[in-house]
C-alpha cells in the first residue's frame, strides 16, 4: 500500500521584547536563577497582570506580514494545569478569540536528486500570545527538582499551521521560511539553542486517496531543523510499519531522542489533560485600533517574499536562489549591497551563495561576521567581469581577502595576480607548449578532441593560471588551424 | 444534566484534591443542586446575543514594554520551603 504523510507544526516563537507579557521582569536570557522573577510572575496571592503593548505589537507585525486576519478584539483564556514550574496553576493563553487567524506562507522545497526545486503555499491557522512557564531542573537536589521562574511569564506567539505538508522536507522548508520571516520582522532573535524558536510537529499517515486523516501522534519541543526532519522521518516510518503489521497508532505525545534518533510514547490521550479553558477574569479584551495597526503597518521592513520577487527581477537570479539569499536579513543585505557594487547580480549570487557560504561554514561563522565585507566581494567581482581576474585566480585574491590581507586591488598587485592581458606574452607560452607537446598536436589534428584540452591544460600551467582561458582557446585554435 | 460519582472523582483528581468515597457522595449531591441553577439558565435563548469576555464593556489597557522590576528573589524565598542555589526546590517530577 502506499502512504501518504500529514503534518501540521506548531511553532512557540519567543518574543524579542525587554519585558515580560504580564510584568515588568526582564527577560534577558541567563541570569542567574529567580532574579528575573517579580511578585506577578512567581504567582503571590493578589497580584495583577497588566499586558505588555510591545508583545501585542509583535503579534501585529507578524499578522501583517502573513496577510492574516487581526482579531480587532481578542481574548484571554486560563489554561489550567497543575505544574512545578507555572505557579498560578494555569497558563494564560488565547483559544477561542487569538490575536491572528488565518494567513499563508510562501515555501520552496528544495529538489531532491534530479527533480526542480518547488514552489507551495502553506496556510495558517492562527496565532496567538501566551506566556511561557518556568524551567525545572532535574539533577540532582537530594532527590528533588529545581524550580527556575526567569522564563516564567516571557512573551510567546504560538503560531499553528494547517496539516498541509506531505513530508519533512515540506516541514523544514516551512520551519526554515518562519523562522526566516519572525527574525527578519524583528519579532524574535531565532535562537534555537536557547529556545527562542520550538517546533511541535503533528504527524498522522494515511492510504494516499484517503479523505480522512489518520491518527496524528505529536512530537514535541524540536529545537533544530535537523531534529526535526529526523523526528518525523523516524515517526513516519514507525506509523507505517505499526499499520502495516495489523497494529493502530493511538493519539498521543511523544519526545524525540536525538541520541537514539527515534521518537518515545510521553503521554497518549488517555492520560491527556483537560485543560478547562475560560476567560481571564484578571484581563480585559484586548481591542486593536486602526491607528495602531496602520502605525506598524508602516514600520515594517520590504518582506522576505516582495524581495525574492525583486531579486529575481533586477537581478536575473533564479526563484530558489532568491529564497536562499534571503534566508535571512543580513544575507540579504550583504547579496543586494555586494550586486550593486559591481552591477553584477547573478555572479553575486554565485559568489553569496558558493565561495563565501562555503567559506563562512566552513569558519562557523555568520554572514554579519564575514571577514569579506560586500563592498570587497563586490570590488572582485568588478575584477572578473572586466577581465581583470579569471575565476581561478579570483579564489585567490577572494582567499587574500578572507586573510585580511587588504583591497582587491592590492591583493591582485601584492600578488602578481592579474590575468595576462599582453597576448605578444601568451603567444610565447602558446608557441613553447606546441613545440613540447608534438604528440598532443598530431593528435589533434588526428581528430583527438581530448588532446586540445591537454594543451589548453599546459598552456595554463605555463602561465601559473594566469592566461585567459577564453583567450588560450582561440589562440591555440588559430595556431593549431 | 447530572454528575455521576466518577465526574466528581475526575474533577477532584484534575484540582489534586484527596476525595474519599463519602466525600464525593456528598460533593455529588451539591454540585448537582447548583446544576439546577445553570439548567435555568440555559434555558434563556441566547442564539443572537455573542458571548461576553468579561463583565464589564471595556477593553485591556496596555503596558509599555519596559523593565521595572527588580531582584527580590531573597525576598520572595524567605518563604519558601526549601531553596538551593537560588532554585525553588520540590518533590521530584518527571514527565
Known amino acids: 500500500m502506499k502512504w501518504e504523510t500529514v503534518i501540521g507544526l506548531e511553532v512557540h516563537t519567543q518574543l524579542a521584547t525587554k519585558s515580560k507579557i504580564f510584568s515588568g521582569s526582564s527577560t534577558a536570557f541567563g541570569a542567574a536563577p529567580n532574579t528575573q522573577a517579580s511578585a506577578v510572575d512567581i504567582a503571590l496571592p493578589g497580584v495583577l497582570p497588566v499586558l505588555n503593548k510591545g508583545a501585542v505589537e509583535c503579534a501585529i507585525r507578524f499578522g501583517l506580514a502573513i496577510g492574516a486576519n487581526l482579531n480587532r478584539v481578542n481574548v484571554f483564556d486560563r489554561k489550567n494545569y497543575f505544574y512545578p514550574d507555572l505557579p498560578k496553576g494555569y497558563q494564560i493563553s488565547q483559544l477561542a478569540k487569538p490575536i491572528v487567524e488565518g494567513g499563508a506562507l510562501k515555501i520552496i522545497v528544495p529538489s531532491t536528486g534530479s527533480g526542480q526545486s518547488e514552489e507551495r503555499v502553506i496556510h495558517l491557522t492562527r496565532a496567538h500570545l501566551e506566556e511561557d512557564a518556568g524551567k525545572s531542573l532535574h539533577e540532582d537536589f537530594h532527590g528533588m527538582t529545581g524550580i527556575d521562574l526567569n522564563r516564567a511569564g516571557t512573551p510567546l506567539l504560538e503560531i499553528v499551521s494547517e496539516p498541509e505538508m506531505r513530508s519533512s522536507a515540506e516541514a523544514v522548508a516551512y520551519a526554515r521560511a518562519l523562522h526566516a520571516l519572525v527574525t527578519w520582522i524583528g519579532i524574535c532573535d531565532g535562537n534555537m539553542q536557547e529556545g527562542s524558536f520550538r517546533v511541535d510537529a503533528n504527524v498522522s499517515v494515511r492510504p494516499v486517496g484517503q479523505t480522512e486523516f489518520g491518527t496524528r501522534r505529536e512530537i514535541k519541543n524540536l529545537n533544530s531543523f535537523r531534529f526535526l526532519q529526523q523526528a518525523i522521518d523516524y515517526e513516519v516510518r514507525w506509523q507505517i510499519e505499526t499499520l502495516e503489521d495489523g497494529g493502530r497508532v493511538t493519539q498521543a505525545t511523544v519526545l524525540f531522542d536525538p541520541d537514539t534518533g527515534e521518537t518515545r510514547m510521553m503521554r497518549s490521550k488517555e492520560e491527556a489533560h483537560d485543560y478547562r479553558y475560560f476567560p481571564d477574569p484578571d484581563l480585559l479584551p484586548v481591542r486593536l485600533d486602526e491607528d495602531w495597526i496602520a502605525a506598524v503597518r508602516a514600520t515594517l521592513p520590504e518582506l522576505p517574499a516582495a524581495m525574492q520577487a525583486r531579486f529575481q527581477r533586477d537581478y536575473g537570479v533564479s526563484a530558489y536562489d532568491a529564497t536562499v539569499l534571503t534566508g535571512s536579513r543580513a544575507l540579504a543585505d550583504y547579496f543586494e549591497a555586494a550586486a550593486k557594487a559591481c552591477g553584477q547580480g547573478k555572479l553575486a549570487a554565485n559568489w553569496v551563495m558558493g565561495e563565501l557560504s562555503a567559506a563562512l561554514n566552513k569558519a562557523e561563522l555568520d554572514i554579519a561576521q564575514s571577514p569579506v565585507s560586500s563592498a570587497q566581494l563586490g570590488a572582485l567581482i568588478a575584477r572578473i567581469q572586466d577581465g581583470t581576474l579569471s575565476g581561478k585566480l579570483a579564489r585567490q585574491v577572494f582567499e587574500g581577502l578572507w586573510e585580511g590581507a587588504g583591497e582587491v586591488d592590492a591583493i591582485i598587485e601584492a600578488r602578481g595576480l592579474r590575468q595576462m592581458s599582453d597576448s605578444g606574452e601568451l603567444e610565447k607560452i602558446v608557441d613553447d607548449v606546441l613545440a613540447a607537446n608534438p604528440k598532443s598536436v598530431e593528435e589533434f589534428r588526428a581528430g583527438k578532441e581530448k588532446a586540445f584540452n591537454a594543451l589548453v591544460g599546459q598552456v595554463m600551467k605555463a602561465s601559473r593560471g594566469k592566461a585567459n582561458p577564453a583567450q588560450v582557446n582561440d589562440l591555440l585554435k588559430a595556431k593549431l588551424q | ?95
Open chain 2, 1 to 95: 444534566m447530572s454528575l455521576t460519582p466518577d465526574d466528581v472523582k475526575r474533577i477532584a483528581r484534575l484540582a489534586r484534591i484527596e476525595t474519599s468515597d463519602a466525600e464525593a457522595q456528598a460533593t455529588q449531591v451539591q454540585l448537582n443542586s447548583i446544576f439546577g441553577l445553570i439548567a435555568a439558565m440555559q434555558a434563556v435563548d441566547t442564539r443572537d446575543i455573542a458571548p461576553m469576555a468579561h463583565a464589564q464593556e471595556v477593553t485591556q489597557r496596555l503596558r509599555d514594554d519596559v523593565v521595572t522590576e527588580t531582584d527580590r528573589h531573597a525576598a520572595f524565598q524567605t518563604i519558601a520551603p526549601a531553596v538551593e542555589n537560588g532554585l525553588y526546590l520540590v518533590p521530584k517530577v518527571i514527565e
